[in-house]
């Protein structure tokens, strides 16, 4: 799809609670040709890193959000300009030729198009792209803070109000001020740095003062309390500006803003639910003869491992339709719960440095061989980086599975707003007491492995833990090859 | 301390170097007998003779090439281009042998070129260049561009005394046009050390030569002490440190020059703020050059390309109000 318009690249919304995301990187530099659903650019948010295509054909005219800059979602990242225009306009001069031609009114159609075309959320067409149109709105300029594209209206006024000088970036990055509040005198109502140098003189600004602010709360008796700390949010908070200094032999690093969301959620996690964790101990010996048996057969009519994480996956499944609040979940003072499964599995990054939770859903549809699919697609495609907002939303229940390790216990950390999450640990061969045909005990060599179900103890109390445990344990001992 | 023009400071300091010192001698186009076209060295020969301030045959590479000689053998050598467009004829002398002969062979190549340059009197494109752009781009050479009577005398005695080929512009303009008062006693000026010619807090313009008084009129005209000038003094070496850290205090710069403007030394101005002050900028640098073609002859045309108070000022009223 070739386009005749400038189109605007900017950050998706990658989940209703993502309100940011990070550059990670450009794929595309700034003069090179892209094509339509093209790989543009990796981003990462606090949910998932993925690519963002190009919204049409034409040249990547202009990068506006450098690498490792997060921004929130709906900034401009980049402009798409169709090939062969000019350059990037830069800043707003009076030199600059009016357009040759009046904006056609379909510029916003044809952005709209395009997005939908490179598929949702990844673009939408910008305040920007609108105001080219005759029929443009006098508020539509007042959320943008950069350069025009080269078809816009270049008449110097309209854009300068909004257009920040890399002196006032800096002074109000430094002094945390928002450019928006301070009142500009510059060509079209720019902020110029006396603007922004006498507003700081007048004061008085929040970070500026906060120090100050604090003693004089505790001397006074009567001053009101302060404000309660806002509720958390599926937001990330910001880190602190000033950067830790390393003390000999420290390194410093980045914390991504995966690590951020994981912080984040782990902490408020433990901050919302009454963790408990119980275990128990499952002899897996016919799960692991069903699966030496399948492997052969699933590798080679599917290309899929029957993973024993697949196994208890499908078992935990059925267990929790008798165990509906395991599967629930606490929304204020009600208790939600449903008639289908969306099971999360933890995945780690390949490198190392982050988790996934993607979530499989309604699972409660899968057999085996659907669950065993769908837990290596799902895994593959974290992997890959390749996951959609969608992808790892909406879970009620989740699994973990760090027993790859030879872990065998653990008490892992619900994911909000569920009520439990179960662990699975390795399968080792132990001593076992079992009873021969004749009723007798001995000791037998078995497949054993520890399961653990941590849960909300605010809805899920131990003896209905125990009861859903014991159930697993059940199903996975006398696993029936017809009915899974 | 006595009153001197820009001319009388030239004239003087060259004549107390060649007092000083035995080493310094003077060649160029009727530099000896008829004392120079602009009479810099009026009286010289009469004072030192004929073999100190010689009379050149009509060939800058002659000239150039012989001083360039001498001075490996250990002389002091002043060359005089008549007019600074003249250099072109010396261009090989000068920057295949003179600039590069430290660097291939040690031998240091003390001589000063002087070069009266600039335009304002309808001497037509033969006659009003400003090439000093040219030669800032050569590694191995030097070029002073003075505009005050006090740094023309201290800023020659620099230049003689520095061991590198050193090229002294001096313009025309300025000769007869800036009388001050210049100190008795002889005195050098670093060569690449700026000077502030007016202080300001809210627009550098970064000037040299006889802009530093185009801008100045245009600024006092402004009128409301918002411009600082900084005069390079020395466009190479020039002094990046002044200009940088003025425009970190402005964060508002003008870039002047009264060469064209493609390729001018205020090119290379204009990218080190733009580089290594990005983020003190609260405005487009500006440049204010002449235009792309070679200088006319006609008044009304000369006046139209060499840069006048008024584009300066329009220059500066776009910056105030940006």
């Known amino acids: ?484 | 301390m006595a009153e001197m023009t820009y001319l009388q400071a030239i004239s003087d300091a060259l004549r107390g170097e060649m007092r000083r010192d035995k080493r310094v001698f003077v060649i160029g186009e009727d530099v000896g007998v008829y004392g120079g076209a602009f009479k810099v060295t009026l009286g010289f020969q009469e004072e030192f003779g004929a073999w100190r301030v010689i009379d050149a045959p009509l060939s800058e590479t002659a000239i150039v090439g012989g001083c360039t000689g001498a001075a490996m053998m250990g002389m002091r050598p002043v060359a005089e281009m008549q007019f600074a467009d003249f250099i072109s004829c010396a261009w090989d002398q000068l920057v295949t042998v003179a600039a590069k002969q430290r660097y291939r062979a040690g031998t240091p190549v003390p001589i000063t070129v002087r070069l009266p340059s600039g335009g304002g009197f309808s001497g037509g494109p033969f006659h009003s260049q400003n090439p000093e752009s040219s030669f800032a781009h050569i590694p191995g050479l030097k070029c002073v561009c003075p505009a005050t009577p006090e740094d023309a005398k201290g800023l020659l005695i620099s230049a003689i005394e520095d061991p590198n080929p050193v090229l002294y512009f001096e313009h025309k303009h300025l000769y007869r046009r800036i009388k001050t008062e210049v100190p008795d006693e002889r005195y050098t000026i670093p060569l690449g050390k700026a000077r502030t010619h007016l202080e300001g807090n809210e627009i550098t313009v970064v000037t040299w030569g006889a802009m530093v008084y185009t801008a100045e009129e245009a600024a006092r005209e402004l009128g409301d002490g918002s411009v600082e000038i900084i005069d390079l003094r020395t466009v190479l070496p020039w002094d990046k440190k002044a200009v940088l850290e003025s425009v970190r205090k402005t964060s508002k710069a003008l870039v002047l020059h009264e060469d064209t403007r493609t390729g001018g030394f205020g090119a290379e101005i204009a990218a080190t703020i733009a580089e290594e002050a990005f983020e003190d900028l609260d405005a487009p640098v500006k440049r204010i050059a002449a235009p792309d073609a070679p200088v006319p002859f006609s008044p009304k045309l000369e006046k139209a390309f060499i840069p006048q108070v008024e584009d300066v000022l329009a220059g500066l009223r776009e910056l105030t109000e940006y």
């Open chain 1, 1 to 484: 799809m070739a386009t005749n318009t400038a189109l605007d690249v900017v950050m998706p919304q990658m989940g209703v609670s993502v309100s940011e995301g990070t550059i990670t990187k450009w794929l595309k530099s700034e003069g090179e040709p892209v094509a339509a659903d093209e790989p543009l650019l990796e981003i990462s948010t606090d949910k998932v890193d993925t690519e963002v295509p190009s919204p049409g054909d034409g040249v990547l005219q202009q990068i506006l959000v450098a690498e490792g800059e997060t921004v929130d979602v709906g900034t401009k990242l980049a402009v798409i300009a169709p090939e062969g225009a000019a350059p990037a306009a830069g800043l707003p001069s009076a030199e600059q030729p009016p357009p040759e031609k009046t904006p056609e009114p379909a510029t916003a159609r044809a952005a709209a198009e395009s997005n939908a075309a490179a598929g949702g959320e990844a673009v939408t067409p910008t305040a920007e792209t609108t105001e080219a149109t005759p029929a443009r709105t006098p508020t539509a300029e007042t959320t943008e803070a950069t350069p025009a594209p080269a078809d816009a209206p270049t008449d110097g006024a309209a854009d300068g109000k909004t257009f920040v000088s890399p002196v006032v970036a800096r002074i109000a990055s430094e002094h945390s001020v928002d450019v928006g509040q301070v009142s500009g005198t510059g060509r079209g109502g720019r902020v110029t740095k006396k603007d922004i140098m006498a507003y700081l003189e007048a004061g008085p600004q929040a970070p500026a003062k906060a120090p100050e602010a604090v003693p004089e709360r505790a001397a006074g008796a009567t001053a009101p309390p302060p404000p309660p700390a806002p509720a958390p949010t599926g937001a990330p908070p910001r880190p602190p500006s000033p950067e830790p200094a390393a003390a000999a032999g420290e390194q410093l690093e980045p914390m991504t803003a995966m690590r951020r969301g994981i912080a984040e959620h782990m902490r408020r996690s433990l901050d919302t639910s009454a963790h408990v964790t119980s275990a128990i101990e499952v002899d897996m010996s016919r799960v692991v003869g069903i699966r030496e048996k399948l492997k052969k057969e699933y590798q080679s009519a599917y290309g899929v491992n029957p993973t024993y994480l697949a196994f208890i996956a499908r078992t935990a499944v059925e267990t929790l339709r008798e165990y509906p609040w395991v599967n629930g979940e606490i929304r204020g003072e009600t208790i939600v719960t449903r008639n289908f499964v969306n099971l999360g599995f933890a995945v780690e990054l390949a490198d190392g440095k982050g988790l996934i939770v993607p979530v499989l859903k309604n699972a409660e549809t899968l057999n085996l061989l659907g669950m065993a699919k769908g837990v290596a697609q799902l895994a593959q495609r974290a992997r890959d980086k390749k996951l959609l907002p969608d992808d790892v939303q909406g879970g009620t229940f989740t699994i973990t599975n760090p027993g790859g390790y030879g872990t065998f216990h653990g008490t892992p950390v619900i994911s909000q707003p569920q009520a439990g999450i179960l662990g699975t640990y390795a399968v080792v061969k132990r001593p076992w007491v079992v009873q021969d045909e004749l009723g007798a005990d001995v000791i037998a060599i078995r497949s054993m492995m520890n399961l653990t179900l941590t849960y909300d103890h605010r809805l899920v109390d131990g003896a209905l833990a125990g009861r859903f445990l014991r159930d697993l344990r059940k199903r996975l001992e006398t696993w029936d090859e017809s009915s899974y």
